[in-house]
């Protein structure tokens, strides 16, 4: 895979764990009764975001009716609507909100992927479904890495995907393996990598992650990589 758009292709027609297709198709076909009059995207969700990115945002996975209906990652959601904000408020998105694949939304100078590319049941995916998932995001690793200078991982789960793949990726990962918490910043060869609470309904709505943590965390990461901010 020689570029970004060649990947997002690849990813987009995979169908590798069984569990997963069954539940994406399965959410496609029956839809959420507010989008019963639109057509689901259906299949895994690949990253989105310049292919020149000094700076990477990983998640977890495609919400069911967020990125399996629409697309596109974060986007159609409530947790895509916290993220892009923060995003916005800095000066790295082009508008607050992210509400359909062909919007208009612009990031700069920021891709945003996730560890598991398939919408699961519950919001779970299983070790195996992340494991099979991630030479995916080891490839993505290797095409930004001319690039790329930080990474904000969202959440325990995907800092646990996220560091295998970036030892497989070609990046030297401290052992132990550095412990997930929020605000914590990892050097990696020229790399930095900062954990961040994940931007879920949960996180949000009970006030253990705040829009100006998540700035505070974004601000760090894009001065980081050398992104101008507002």
């Known amino acids: 895979m020689d570029s970004l758009a060649d990947l997002d292709r690849r990813i ?5 764990c069984p569990r997963l297709v069954d539940w994406r198709e399965e959410v496609a076909r029956t839809k959420r009764a507010a989008f019963a009059d639109e057509t689901y995207w259906g299949r895994p969700v690949p990253g989105f975001g310049p292919q020149d990115a000094p700076l990477l945002i990983v998640g977890l ?6 990125g399996n209906r629409t697309g596109r990652m974060f986007t159609g959601d409530r947790s895509g609507d916290v ?43 299983t070790p195996g479904e992340r494991d099979t998932c991630r030479p995916w995001l080891v490839q993505e690793l290797r095409l930004l890495r001319p690039t790329l200078r930080a990474v904000v991982v969202l959440g325990a789960f995907g800092w646990q995907a996220a560091l295998p793949a970036f030892a497989e990726a070609g990046w030297s990962v401290p052992r132990p393996r550095p412990a997930f918490a929020h ?3 990892v050097p990696l060869d020229g790399l930095d990598l900062f954990g961040c609470f994940h931007v879920s309904q949960r996180n949000t ?7 100006a943590m998540l700035r505070d965390v974004l601000r760090t990461a894009a001065g980081a990589a050398g992104l101008p901010l507002k």
Do not use: W
């Open 205 to 211: 709505f009970t006030g253990r992650l705040t829009p």
């Open 61 to 66: 996975a495609p919400a069911a009716h967020g």
């Open 183 to 185: 605000g914590v910043r």
């Open 12 to 16: 987009a027609g995979c169908r590798a």
């Open 83 to 125: 993220l892009y904000q923060a995003l916005y408020d800095i000066g790295l998105a082009s508008q607050p909100t992210s509400v359909s694949a062909d919007d208009g939304l612009e990031l700069y100078g920021v891709r945003v992927t996730a560890p598991v590319h398939c919408a699961p049941p519950a919001n779970k995916p």
